[in-house]
């Protein structure tokens, strides 16, 4: 049976995790720092939606994907002198697997923006 007290818990702990993993990851500030001016350019350009549901889709997966590192190095972190010389190379492959993420990103959303900023370039040349 459906719950209101527990689900209303479920958003308080989650909400928490974030303000966690804002407080304490630089890069995840920056992430969002860069997601909060991808916004801002969807609405000044006026992308069209397939386009803005791609650049949103990206950046809320960039996000988990950092999330999920934190995640990955607080655990390892517990356990790190105990287990294996491979801690290191689990939190590097993590750290790798958001960089190819924010690169996928930034490539993408360069594909999407860069004809809006050639028609602005144009369109300020030719007024």
């Known amino acids: ?6 689900f209303r818990n479920s958003f308080q702990y ?10 304490n990851e630089q890069n995840f500030r920056v992430q969002i ?3 909060v001016l991808v916004i801002i ?22 996000l988990v994907l950092e999330v999920v590192n934190t995640i990955f ?3 390892i972190d517990i356990l790190k002198p105990r287990i294996h010389s491979y801690v290191e190379v689990i939190k590097d492959m ?3 697997a958001v960089l190819l993420a924010s690169a996928g990103a930034v490539i993408i959303a ?9 028609d602005l ?6 007024t």
């Open 1 to 6: 049976m459906f719950n209101l007290r527990h």
């Open 14 to 23: 989650a909400w928490q995790g974030l303000k966690y993993v804002w407080i």
């Open 33 to 35: 720092g860069i997601a």
């Open 41 to 62: 350019s969807m609405g000044l350009f006026q992308v069209a939606i397939w386009q803005a549901i791609v650049l949103i889709m990206l950046i809320l997966f960039v």
């Open 73 to 75: 190095e607080k655990m």
């Open 94 to 96: 993590m750290a790798a």
């Open 110 to 118: 360069l594909l999407i923006f860069v004809p809006y900023l050639v």
């Open 121 to 126: 370039f144009y369109g300020l040349l030719y």
